[in-house]
């Protein structure tokens, strides 16, 4: 019969009374010898009561109300969105588009400009051979300065819809190669920007212009900007070409700028002019712009605005698809009409 002591029995006791913890899976477990190995005590039910497990609460979401927008937000959105696209769609005009126009203009007006020539029909002067004023937009001679590479026909009128087509010849002076002082207009941005470069053209610089009575070459003798001394008018047979166009950065003039050169060809003969020096209008003047067309302008204005309704009506009636095939031809064709008549309103030289 063995004697237990004290201590070893309150221990004894307190180990029964402690549950073991479950071991870790795959953790080594140390067994004292002599001692049996014990599992957890389970969880009986009057505890489980006593101790109950709350469940999560959770709490219903609120459903979110929209607000239909106004009718006058609405009007006014689609309103800014309409501006915004007319912005962009004139600007890709003026830097896109125009340059690809300008182009198609002067392929077309040298192939007229070669067939009068080639049957001596070019104008020689402010009349044709019927004795009528010369029609703006007429192809009267081809300029050509290899400092600058250029090649351009030049045609009568320097109004903004003559400067789209090419340099304009400014309708109240003689031709080139002509006594007299001339003068010849072009763009330094949009349509091509002829004259861009124009600033690069140093005295002593050579060109030639070639029109009906033959070949006229000049030499550069100066620049002038506003505030400049103009030189004397020519004198007797002399004769000088003034080239116009405006100066700044690209798009945003703030100036122009005028490079003179003086004839050093022979001179032709120059006919009786018709129109007296100064009396053309502001629309032709250097930095004028044409608001003869502004009723044509409204005119595009609201074909634009019914296409654009039309193709939100589409959207929402018949589909993406089907109006992206319908209405993108037809607002690209709008809005081209559209910007070519803003252009006129801008300056001819711009």
């Not at 003798?221 to 020519?234: I, M, S």
């Amino acid at each position: 019969m063995s004697i237990v002591t004290r201590p070893a029995a309150d221990r004894a006791v307190q180990e029964a009374a402690v549950p073991l913890a479950a071991p870790e899976p795959g953790a080594a477990q140390l067994i004292r010898p002599g001692r049996r190995r014990r599992s957890p005590r389970p969880v009986s039910q009057r505890e489980t009561s006593q101790h109950p497990v709350s469940p999560r609460k959770s709490f219903p979401r609120k459903a979110r109300t929209v607000v239909p927008p106004k009718p006058v937000s609405v009007v006014f959105s689609m309103a800014l969105t309409m501006v915004a696209a007319l912005i962009t769609l004139q600007l890709m005009n003026i830097i896109v588009i125009s340059p690809l126009q300008h182009s198609t203009a002067q392929a077309r007006l040298y192939d007229q400009l070669r067939l009068t020539l080639s049957e001596g029909s070019a104008p020689l002067g402010q009349t044709d051979f019927e004795g009528k004023l010369v029609a703006p937009g007429t192809p009267l001679a081809l300029l050509e300065i290899p400092d600058l590479d250029i090649t351009e026909v030049i045609v009568e009128g320097t109004a903004a819809a003559q400067t789209m087509d090419g340099v304009g010849h400014r309708r109240d002076t003689p031709l080139p190669g002509q006594p007299g002082t001339s003068v010849l207009m072009g763009r330094s941005g949009a349509f091509g920007g002829v004259f861009r470069n124009l600033s690069l053209a140093g005295p002593g610089s050579t060109f030639t212009v070639t029109t009906a009575q033959g070949v006229a070459s000049y030499q550069v003798t100066g620049q002038r900007r506003a505030g400049d001394t103009a030189p004397p008018p020519p004198s007797g047979a002399e004769g000088r070409l003034t080239l116009i166009t405006a100066d700044g950065p690209p798009f945003m003039p703030d100036e122009v700028l005028r490079v003179d050169a003086k004839l050093v060809s022979k001179a032709f003969d120059k006919p009786a002019p018709v129109i007296q020096p100064g009396s053309l209008p502001g629309q032709e003047q250097a930095m004028g712009q044409d608001t003869s067309n502004l009723f044509v302008l409204v005119l595009c204005l609201q074909l634009l605005i019914i296409v654009a309704l039309a193709a939100v009506w589409s959207w929402k009636r018949w589909g993406k698809r089907e109006t992206w095939i319908v209405f993108l031809p037809v607002l690209g064709a709008a809005a081209l009409l559209t910007g070519t008549q803003i252009n006129y309103l801008l300056p001819n030289l711009l």
